[in-house]
């Protein structure tokens, strides 16, 4: 059974930070690309990040460049989303997914979420103050 667990999700302040944390199980997540997504109250979900399987090639949508930073830790089978400078607007849950040997812009971009191989069930970040 592929599972993804996020958490690190809580309430912060406007200009504060968190760090998301992404676990697999079930499955080695060194062959699968990781990506972040999130969905906010009446929006459709997006991609925020993603991490290629290979070279670790890196996506940010634009909302987030500067302030977000995707990593991953091989040997710990988890992938991280360090948060700075949050604001309201990045209030979402936020979800982490696989997709076996993507590449960042399929990933985080054009592959229909339903394809993905696994999703976790997300982690509520609130950003207010």
């Known amino acids: 059974q592929l599972q993804l667990v996020e958490s690190g999700g809580g309430l912060v302040q406007p200009g504060g930070s968190l760090r998301l944390s992404c676990a697999a199980s079930?499955?080695?997540?060194?062959?699968?690309?990781v990506g972040w997504f999130r969905q906010a109250p009446g929006k459709e979900r997006e991609g925020v990040s993603c991490?290629?399987?290979?070279?670790?090639?890196?996506y940010y949508t634009d909302s987030v460049k500067g302030r977000f930073t995707i990593s991953r830790d091989n040997a710990k089978n988890t992938v991280y989303l360090q948060m700075n400078s949050l604001k309201p607007e990045d209030t979402a849950v936020y979800y982490c997914?696989?997709?076996?040997?993507?590449?960042?812009?399929?990933?985080?971009?054009?592959?229909?979420?339903?394809?993905?191989?696994?999703w976790g069930q997300g982690t509520l970040v609130t950003v207010s103050s």
């Open positions: 991490i290629s399987h290979g070279d670790g090639s890196t």
């Open positions: 997914a696989a997709g076996f040997l993507l590449t960042v812009q399929p990933m985080c971009v054009t592959t229909p979420l339903k394809s993905l191989d696994a």
């Open positions: 079930g499955f080695t997540l060194e062959y699968y690309a």
